[in-house]
């Protein structure tokens, strides 16, 4: 699905909104960020190249997530892991099943 407004395209899955963390998909690995959510912007408009996760705040903490991405572990597992297409989300389901281990203690 597409919107279109002042005659640009804006596909949600390339619109990321301040709080949403972001990863590069393509390139060096353990490249994260967080939007600020104090950015003066309200939305951005991210390439194919990158992948946003928005972290839901009553479960997690952005800045959490942010940091369990840029261990040097984390990203030495996804370096040893699969090929390059499939890093990025069995890091996404690493981080899942941590996040859920932690929380049940």
């Known amino acids: 699905m597409t919107f279109v407004r002042g005659g640009h395209r804006i596909f949600p899955a390339n619109t990321a ?10 390139g060096t690995l353990g490249q994260v960020g967080v939007i600020p959510r104090d950015t003066r912007f309200q ?22 997530v942010y940091y369990f991405f840029r261990l ?20 996404l389901q690493m981080f899942s099943e941590t996040f859920t281990n932690l929380s049940s203690h």
């Open 17 to 26: 909104y301040p709080g949403d963390v972001l990863f590069t998909q393509r």
């Open 43 to 64: 939305r951005c408009i991210i390439s194919q190249s990158q992948m946003k996760l928005t972290v839901d705040p009553t479960i997690a903490d952005a800045r959490y």
């Open 72 to 91: 040097p572990a984390t990203v030495q597992k996804v370096i040893n892991h699969a090929s390059l297409p499939q890093r990025l989300l069995f890091l």
